[in-house]
């Protein structure tokens, strides 16, 4: 267990009465895709968010490589090289899909206070971030308004967006959701390939992506973990099935 | 060239034209006029910084403004009146020098605004509004109440401040030194917009979530930004104190700060020239309009309520199209 | 002697948090239901002091004035409600802000226009004058003492109003949620009106008790505008309990302040320095509590926490 990157231990968060995470363990390792999946209100993102630092978690410890990370906040966590994305595309919307990227860009390479001179001209930042757009397929829309980009383009932005990044893990909330079939697939193919870079902790309702995708599976319902495994330990397991499964496979 | 940039050069040359016109017209109060200009710019300008690319609402830049004015006050005074402003634990003379008179005024505003920013930005929204406009109203209760400096009379300074090789006295040559600070500001607005840090700011505008997932913390990117923001606004308040040669609280007043907002917003918020525009659109509506009635502030009220229903980006955005902000 | 000048001073401190909360409660109640900064909230007051100052001279009789201030501040709330502000309610802050602050041009000189620049006059009210003997011996003035008692009825009839009647229920559920309340089928274009008249006329009676006290001018409702922004920081924006706790904290930190910072320097120092450095602290004791509230509480003493 000691060579996982990310380590979630016992972490719970309650609001009110309802305890959003309960209890809930959890790891990454090196090279794989870990997928967290569960029904709607079962606190997937509530999760995502408490590891990120967006929310406090009540009790509970979570490690990034073998170091406690729970009292650094946000910031500090993604400088460490855990990148997330978002359920609802989360993007500056004034701004070119290039600007976001270079933003990204600029604040993994060195500092962001710096006053004087023009990001654009900066040669060395810009082809950083037109590799990332590239990467994603979005070179030739790099200089249109990020507002103006459609659904599945602003899913592909910010993708390219936590590459820049260069984590050392990626957090995916949701990737797939409102993609079509053919972005799901290409999407599909390119997270395979992407766990060679850095390990992904993947919330995702698409089952054939999840099943494609997946080395290890966790389920989730209402705030805890119900198992841990294999994509066949979760396809055969009757817990899994009467839980949650059964009435997706059904 | 955009659109926008012809009206911003259009713009400048004309504020260059006109007092050089009054030059020849002999016109002196037509040239004080358009210092008032390129001075309230500055501070719009300044200003900008924060509301316009930061989204920061400060309604306390008036504090700014006035600290700025009353450095400038205090330093000629003391210099004037051959009394050392500090004599413990060393002696620090006053000064008559713009030269020095700018910098310590910038650092004065910086000072401040990182103390003001730092509160105000723990919280956001409306609270933001009526922190930064309560701030600057604590300010305004102190200069009123000290009685060292004038206190509720303000101080004049009898003769207005020096710069190396030129007579400041001359109204032209007070108008060619602010006209080109405000050059100077503005020309530093536009690096500071396309930099990376302009970048980082814009960002934290439009989603401080996005900026806080690439590691970098909003509320450092705003601070710097509002002390940039506060430091051009006191440059602009040293300014006015050499123009007016006197200070008074009223610099500090909530007035003020609703004014530096309407030079911002009355020429379209987020434009870089927007602050200059709205600037000379005041004291022309000042003069205009003061000329039908003494009660033009009525006028200007019913105005201003009409644009900020009606026409929303301003006079930049009326002439030049497009969106602001970039 | 000097505990009988300090209870007299607690006294003017609590009269004064008094008067805020009238005028806070408007601000907060706009704010919490309508999501609205309203900077004009002083000219309202100013409104209801004129109309009082104006009715009486006229009649004669200052309770006439009172409902004079009530009706005409109530009245001048509905009107910029419809006219003016319900057009600000989906826009942001800065357009509010601006637009709110051209009504305070508008309002002001436009009363600068009807009753010109000097200071009208308000008496205190023959059946009030005179000083009341409170227990331990100390003699205060009657028409504040008055003041006090009425800020604490409407303070309880406003609770009262939010806690236990329908309208209340409705404020509440638009607090809550603006779109709840449109589903319950309520007019929400009249319960915003209300609630903003309501306001203003709260604002309207502050403008005619302390024009008693002080003179009526065009202007005098900005210091006022200011520290109730103060106030409802302190107490929590949205929050009516907040804004009650937080007026009487500025109203006997400000009193309190200016009666006591002077006397406690001039222990260390000569009369007269203790007195400009006092009364320059006093100035700003306000401000400094709510740097202070803000540091630990950012959202206020009763607001909704993140």
């Known amino acids: 267990m000691s ?50 630092g967006e929310l406090h978690h009540d009790a509970g410890t979570i490690r990034f490589n073998g170091r406690r990370i729970d009292d650094l906040d946000a910031e500090a966590r993604a400088k460490m090289g855990l990148a997330r994305t978002f359920q609802v595309s989360s993007l500056a919307p004034e701004i070119s899909a290039l600007h976001n990227v270079l933003l990204a860009v600029q604040a993994v390479e060195g500092s962001v206070f710096r006053f004087f001179k023009p990001v654009i001209r900066d040669k060395k930042l810009v082809a950083a971030a037109m590799d990332n757009l590239m990467r994603v397929g979005l070179q030739d829309r790099a200089m249109v308004r990020t507002a103006d980009l459609s659904h599945g383009e602003r899913r592909q932005l910010e993708m390219a967006i936590a590459l820049a990044l260069k984590p050392k893990v990626f957090l995916l909330d949701e990737p797939m959701a409102g993609m079509g079939p053919d972005g799901s697939q290409q999407l599909t193919k390119f997270l395979a390939r992407l766990r060679d870079e850095a390990p992904i ?13 997946a080395d290890r599976i966790s389920v989730l319902v209402y705030g805890q973990i119900i198992a841990t495994g294999s994509v066949d330990e979760i396809r055969n397991s009757k817990k899994v099935r009467s839980a949650y499964l059964g009435e997706e496979l059904a | 060239m955009t659109r926008e940039t012809t009206v911003n050069i259009a713009l400048a040359i004309a504020l260059l034209a006109v007092p050089i016109g009054a030059q020849f017209a002999d016109h002196p109060f037509i040239i004080t006029l358009s210092t008032k200009v390129a001075i309230f710019a500055i501070a719009g300008v300044g200003l900008n910084i924060a509301l316009g690319y930061g989204g920061l609402i400060s309604f306390g830049h008036a504090a700014f403004f006035g600290l700025g004015g009353y450095a400038a006050g205090i330093l000629a005074s003391q210099a004037l009146n051959y009394e050392p402003l500090v004599t413990w634990p060393f002696e620090i003379q006053g000064t008559t020098q713009m030269l020095i008179i700018w910098p310590v005024a910038l650092c004065i505003c910086g000072a401040a605004a990182l103390v003001i920013g730092a509160m105000s930005l723990r919280t956001g929204g409306v609270y933001f509004i009526m ?55 503005l020309g530093f607005s536009v690096l500071l917009t396309h930099s990376r840090f302009g970048l980082a700011l814009s960002a934290a505008r439009q989603n401080p979530q996005r900026l806080t997932s690439v590691g970098v913390r909003p509320f450092q990117v705003q601070l710097t930004a509002f002390v940039i923001s506060g430091m051009i606004t006191g440059l602009a308040g040293a300014l006015y104190a050499d123009l007016n040669r006197f200070v008074s609280p009223a610099m500090f007043s909530w007035h003020t700060s609703g004014e530096i907002m309407i030079f911002v917003i009355l020429g379209g918020v987020g434009r870089l020239f927007g602050p200059l525009a709205g600037a000379a659109l005041f004291i022309l509506l000042e003069h205009l309009l003061g000329g039908i009635t003494e009660f033009w502030q009525f006028l200007l009220g019913m105005l201003l309520l009409l644009i900020v229903l009606f026409a929303r980006g301003g006079l930049i955005g009326l002439l030049a199209g497009g969106r602001g902000n970039v | 002697m000097s505990t009988i000048l300090l209870f007299e001073q607690i006294l003017n401190g609590l009269q004064f948090g008094i008067m805020l909360f009238l005028m806070a409660a408007g601000l907060t109640l706009v704010f919490g239901v309508m999501g609205l900064i309203n900077l004009a909230h002083g000219s309202l007051y100013m409104v209801g002091a004129f109309a009082c100052a104006a009715v009486a001279a006229a009649t004669g009789s200052f309770w006439l004035g009172v409902a004079a201030s009530l009706a005409a501040a109530a009245a001048a709330g ?18 509010q802000v601006l637009a709110t602050f051209a009504l305070i041009l508008v309002f002001s000189e436009g009363t600068r226009w009807i009753f010109g620049s000097f200071p009208l006059y308000l008496n205190v009210p023959a059946s009030l004058s005179g000083a009341v003997i409170l227990p331990g011996g100390v003699a205060y003035p009657t028409y504040r003492l008055a003041i006090i008692v009425v800020g604490i009825i409407v303070a309880a009839g406003l609770f009262a109003l939010i806690g236990k009647t329908r309208i209340g229920v409705q404020i509440r559920a638009g607090e809550a949620d603006r779109e709840m309340i449109a589903a319950l089928g309520i007019d929400i274009a009249r319960l915003y009106t209300f609630v903003f008249a309501l306001g203003a006329a709260l604002a309207g009676l502050a403008g005619a008790l302390v024009g008693t006290i002080q003179s009526v001018q065009v202007g005098m409702g900005e210091p006022v505008l200011i520290l109730a922004f103060v106030v409802i920081v302190i107490g929590g ?45 006093a100035s700003m004791s306000i401000y400094i509590l709510m740097a202070l509230v803000l540091i630990f509480r950012p959202r206020g003493l009763f607001g909704a926490t993140n």
């Open chain 1, 3 to 52: 060579s996982a990157i990310l380590e979630v231990e016992d972490l719970s968060k309650r609001f009110g009465a309802l305890m959003a995470s309960d209890h809930v363990t959890l790891d990454l390792r090196p090279g794989e895709i870990h997928a967290l999946i569960g029904p709607n209100g079962a606190g997937k993102s509530t999760l995502i968010k408490q590891i990120v």
């Open chain 1, 201 to 213: 902790l993947l919330v995702e309702h698409d089952m054939d992506a999840v099943f494609a995708l």
């Open chain 2, 131 to 185: 922190i930064t406009l309560a701030f600057a109203q604590m300010i305004y209760y102190f200069a009123i109440s000290w009685p060292a400096y004038g206190g509720e009379d303000g101080l004049s300074i009898y003769v207005r401040s020096k710069f190396p090789g030129l007579n400041t006295l001359d109204p032209i040559t007070f108008f060619a030194i602010c006209f080109a600070l405000l050059i100077a500001v």
């Open chain 3, 78 to 95: 509905a009107v910029i409600e419809v006219a003016v502000i319900r057009r600000l309610y989906g826009r942001d802050h800065l357009d």
């Open chain 3, 237 to 281: 924006i949205g929050s009516i309990k907040g804004a009650l706790v937080g007026a009487i904290l500025v109203g006997l930190t400000d009193t309190l302040g200016r009666f006591l910072l002077p006397s406690l320097f001039a222990t260390m120092m000569s009369e007269s320095d203790a007195t400009s450095i006092g009364s320059a602290l």
